[in-house]
């Protein structure tokens, strides 16, 4: 019979125990640390040397321990370990939410897979499975084993059950918080989800220019993923590479720089068809280059988020995140890795096209600029008028050098003409659809020359007040004239050298390569040969101009002309006047064709301008005491131009004892047809010499 007043001491402690487990498990919200405490209190009233709580799988067919506390003899089974509820002792506790005892807890843990195999050497005996439970479910069990064999006092059997009970209360209480908290955990990161793709979103409608768009897009996807390294690329197609755009390393040891890759027909496959990848260093060492690999590696990236910009009409360019931690990024990073890439990708698409629209808008407008221009100058290359030697030889020279890309070099005096003959050079090229920009050397101040040929930046110097392209880059597949060549200052001759022989430049105040195909023609009436003796004129940039010299004769070497050009000139300036002019008087045309022209055509043209401004009537009026004023061309003092050939005429028929035609005749000897010599002899009033007569 038992002591009544030990029986009272006890049922005090249990109740006391009780008391403190409540206590303990008000205050406690994690299962591991619930079950620690129950442990401690626990041990002190009841012998148990292992206690864990084993809960229910979803599927109900299984029993998975949630918490454990081993003591010596514990099983080496720990968290998560999993025992089917069929055909065992556990499972038998839960479906009849009766408490187990297991005499022989060795016999149980033999026919457990993974138990078997330390079932023999264990030192548990005897074993506990009291269901855990509340109202609304069943949780699963609580398992209590001991090295001791035999079953405990009723006393202390209740008072476990009783802890079974609370444990129960305590354990739905955690989970229900451990399931606030992980929604809450779900809510928050489904919030902070929508906001980088809000926050993307706004920086797509409101940003033009791509740049400041991708570092704006790097910038929150850092805040969000908390990666180590961003980078964004773009095809160039032109090149078939992947270029970098944007690198955002707020750590970088300045490793990284603009990075470029090659792309293979596989590689552009790849990007049509391949979904976000999450590369650790095994797939970097695979799949990147040395050029990019390297650098990477040099920053302490260890792991890649990687995925193409693509839109139906084929890959765009890719965006990577990396981290120096190898397992920082997680597989669910991949699926909005991919929403923010179909951002970007219709972002960028819509800025590639509205660059591409916008620079032929630009291209369209300079040229527009240009042929306005023109057409007030009224210059076309039917302008060209004469049918003399000279110039026909200039002729044929275009004829053969215009098919070609080859750059010509124009020289002769001013006022010749270059500028004409520059245009009939392009007009009869493959270039003649593109525009002809033109640009004269002398005309602009030496500093300002640079930024007229290669543009400038906005704010490269003092007055840049905007971006502004060079007459390379608006004669891109045209042709670029560059009249009086000579007049270039020495230090900008290597730029425009290099212009010439590479098609490449950069704009003042920009380190961006420009690459163009431009056809030049360039012109002077310096001699060159001379200015280079002098080192006024780099010796290869003269062998580059002189691929194809053109001398383009004075007018006082094209007297055959100057009819045809004062008759072409006449009838222009006569319409634009609206003049109705008939007539040139015959002495007038004489003196006109005389004159030495010192100014050449140009002094032609202005000369016949003045003359329809003074004419009244239907004869033009020509101001023949201005003309005199100017040295005349020709032989003796007093001979006029007839008189000069009527004596050549005769001086060659003498020689040649009267005779015409044939070998050693005049006309050979003057190198004029048979009948041309006639018709002048006829003109000029010669009559046959005797010594003719038997021809």
């Known amino acids: 019979m038992t002591d009544r007043p030990s029986q009272i001491q006890a049922t005090s402690v249990q109740f006391r125990t009780l008391l403190e487990l409540a206590a303990a498990f008000d205050k406690q919200t994690n299962v591991q640390t619930i079950l620690q405490s129950l442990h401690k209190l626990l041990s002190a009233i009841i012998h148990f040397d292992t206690i864990a709580i084993r809960l229910l799988t979803e599927d109900g067919k299984s029993l998975r321990i949630l918490a454990l506390v081993r003591g010596p003899a514990g099983p080496p089974a720990g968290l998560g370990a999993e025992i089917p509820c069929e055909g065992t002792e556990a499972g038998l506790a839960v479906y009849e939410q009766r408490t187990i005892y297991v005499p022989d807890i060795r016999k149980l843990m033999s026919k457990l897979p993974e138990a078997a195999s330390y079932a023999a050497a264990s030192e548990l005996r005897t074993g506990y499975f009291i269901p855990i439970s509340t109202p609304k479910r069943k949780l699963g069990v609580l398992a209590f084993t001991s090295r001791r064999e035999g079953e405990i006092d009723v006393e202390d059997l209740a008072l476990m059950e009783a802890v079974a009970s609370h444990v129960a209360i305590a354990l739905e209480s955690a989970m229900a918080s451990d399931a606030a908290e992980s929604y809450q955990r779900q809510l928050l990161a489904e919030r902070d989800r929508w906001k980088l793709l809000l926050e993307i979103n706004n920086q797509v409608i409101s940003c033009l220019d791509l740049k400041t768009l991708f570092r704006a897009c790097c910038a929150s996807i850092r805040n969000y993923f908390d990666n180590d390294f961003a980078g964004i690329w773009i095809i160039d197609r032109d090149h078939d590479r992947l270029q970098s755009t944007t690198m955002d390393f707020p750590g970088s040891h300045g490793v990284l720089d603009d ?176 525009t002809f920009v033109r640009l004269n050397c002398a005309a602009i101040p030496s500093g300002l020359v640079e930024s007229e040929l290669f543009g400038h930046e906005k704010g490269a110097f003092t007055g840049a007040l905007m971006q502004k392209k060079g007459r390379f880059e608006i004669a891109d597949q045209g042709t670029l004239f560059l009249d009086e060549i000579g007049d270039i200052t020495l230090d900008l001759q290597p730029k425009l050298l290099r212009a010439l022989q590479e098609q490449e430049f950069e704009r003042l105040g920009s380190s961006k390569t ?182």
Not at 275 to 282: F, H
Request: proline share 4%; aromatic share 4%; charged share 25%.
């Open 259 to 434: 990075l470029t890759m090659a792309l293979s027909a596989n590689d552009l496959q790849r990007m049509r068809t391949h979904q976000p990848e999450l590369w650790t260093r095994s797939e970097m060492l695979k799949f990147l280059p040395n050029v990019i690999l390297q650098p990477l590696e040099s920053e302490g990236i260890q792991a890649l988020l990687v995925t193409a910009l693509r839109t139906p009409n084929g890959p765009l360019g890719a965006i990577t995140l990396g981290s120096k931690r190898p397992d920082h990024f997680r597989h669910e990073d991949l699926d909005l890795l991919g929403q923010i890439a179909t951002q970007i990708s219709l972002a960028l698409d819509n800025a590639l096209a509205y660059e591409k629209l916008n620079a032929s808008r630009n291209q369209i407008e300079q040229e527009r600029l240009y042929l306005e221009t023109e057409i007030r100058d009224e210059y076309n290359f039917e302008n060209i008028v004469g049918k003399s030697s000279s110039l026909l030889k200039v002729l044929q020279q275009i004829q053969i050098v215009a098919p070609t890309d080859s750059t010509v070099l124009l020289h002769g005096e001013t006022g010749t003409g270059k500028e004409l003959i520059a245009r009939a050079i392009h007009s009869l090229s493959s270039r003649k659809n593109r």
């Open 514 to 695: 420009i690459h163009v195909d431009v056809r030049l023609i360039a012109a002077t009436h310096r001699d060159l040969g001379t200015m280079i003796r002098n080192n006024q004129f780099r010796e290869d940039l003269f062998y580059r101009l002189n691929v194809f010299p053109i001398e383009i004769p004075p007018l006082r070497d094209r007297r055959d002309d100057i009819p045809l050009l004062v008759n072409f000139f006449v009838s222009r300036l006569s319409r634009k006047m609206q003049k109705n002019i008939e007539s040139i008087p015959k002495d007038a045309m004489e003196c006109l064709t005389q004159a030495r022209w010192p100014g050449n055509i140009r002094e032609l043209e202005n000369f016949i301008e003045r003359a329809v401004i003074l004419t009244q009537g239907s004869e033009l009026k020509v101001p023949l005491k201005e003309l005199k004023k100017a040295p005349v061309a020709s032989a003796a003092a007093g001979s006029t131009f007839e008189e000069a050939e009527r004596q050549a005429i005769i001086e060659a028929l003498q020689a040649a004892s009267g005779k015409i035609s044939g070998q050693g005749g005049a006309a050979e000897r003057l190198g004029l047809k048979r009948t041309t010599l006639q018709n002048k002899m006829r003109k000029l009033g010669i009559a046959r010499l005797p010594a003719e007569a038997g021809i």
